[in-house]
């Protein structure tokens, strides 16, 4: 059974940074790109960075580039988002996302709140 368990959320003031980590199971993770997506009160899921399945090929949301940075530890089986600057307008639930062709498997989100 597939699992992807995201953690790292939290409170932080405006200017601060935090950094996401998907924890992934049951799946031969190097075979898989991996996403990071979030979701705000009221907004449709919104795709905030991406990237290949051995850390290549990595694509941002205009509103994040240049502050975030999706890595990724195959041997950990882990991949991170990096957020600095962070702003109140980054405030969602941030969900990670494994994807292989049609199969696609996502966390259950950890919350980011940015206080101004």
């Known amino acids: 059974q597939v699992h992807l368990v995201e953690s790292g959320g939290g409170l932080v003031q405006s200017g601060g940074s935090l950094r996401l980590s998907c924890a992934a199971s049951g799946l031969a993770f190097s075979n898989y790109a991996m996403n990071w997506h979030r979701q705000a009160p009221g907004k449709k899921r919104e795709l905030v960075a991406a990237?290949?399945?051995?850390?290549?090929?990595?694509i941002y949301a205009d509103s994040v580039k240049g502050r975030f940075t999706i890595s990724r530890d195959n041997t950990e089986n882990t991949v991170f988002l990096q957020m600095n600057s962070l702003k109140p307008e980054d405030t969602a639930v941030y969900f990670c996302?494994?994807?292989?062709?049609?199969?696609?498997?996502w966390g259950q989100g950890t919350q980011v709140t940015v206080s101004s």
């Open positions: 990237t290949g399945r051995v850390g290549d090929n990595s």
């Open positions: 996302q494994a994807v292989n062709g049609q199969e696609s498997y």
